[in-house]
């Protein structure tokens, strides 16, 4: 923790994908915030690979898992995986602070649906957004689209679920996604300096005003 933010550096080879362990980190994380909000108000989410932000979960390791049990077993274990990574996501979307992702390269999927939880999304102008999920016959799985139906009109929600197409920076903000699109490698640079002018302001008007944006956002 610096100056009171936060930081949350992804570093998974080969883009950060969400598998056991990571999960188990983000549940340290998500536990944490109670006691973190006491001396920070911003958390800030970033990825240290060049390749983005996040790729979502790591389907490899989920299918690796569920070939090892017959079927039932299977769907428990997804199941159970699911549950985990909703509390988690649950967690941050109610955070006590307020959280900045800053996003480059690939924010797919579960990536995509990370990102969503977070109050601020500052964009590098290379990122693109995409649900690749429905290429494979799959449904995202980890809570983006009530989030989606939530911040953004029913027409975009419609597109990026239908057609499975991305999104790069400029078409994400124009739509209302993202909150500020920045030159390439300046996004952790931009929260960064987002997150010091949040501390000019007083905390408890913060806190008072996210609830209000999540009601006007239609939660």
Not at 108 to 133: H, N, Q, S, T, Y
Request: hydrophobic residues 45%; neutral net charge.
């Amino acid at each position: 923790m610096k100056g009171g933010v936060v930081e949350v550096a992804l570093h998974r080879q080969p883009c950060n994908e969400i598998g056991s362990l990571a999960l188990e980190e983000m549940e340290g994380l998500a536990a944490s915030l109670e006691g973190l909000s006491q001396e920070a108000h911003a958390l800030i989410l970033h990825s240290t690979l060049n390749a983005g932000f996040c790729a979502g979960a790591d389907l490899r390791e989920l299918y690796q898992r569920t070939q090892q049990m017959d079927q039932a077993d299977a769907a428990k274990g997804v199941r159970h995986f699911l549950e985990r990574i909703h509390r988690v996501m649950n967690a941050l979307d109610a955070a006590p602070l307020t959280t900045i992702a800053a996003v480059h390269g690939v924010t797919f999927g579960g990536g995509f649906e990370l990102a969503l939880v977070c109050d601020l999304i500052i964009a590098d102008k290379m990122a693109r957004f995409c649900f690749p999920e429905l290429r494979l016959g799959l449904i995202p799985g980890f809570g983006g689209i009530p989030r989606l139906k939530r911040d953004l009109g029913n027409g975009v929600v419609r597109d990026l679920l239908l057609t499975g197409r991305s999104f790069n920076a400029a078409k994400a903000q124009q739509v209302g996604l993202v909150s500020q699109v920045v030159g390439e490698g300046e996004a952790l640079r931009v929260a960064r300096a987002t997150a010091a002018q949040l501390k000019k302001f007083d905390r408890r008007t913060a806190i008072q005003a996210d609830p209000l944006r999540r009601v006007a956002a239609g939660d």
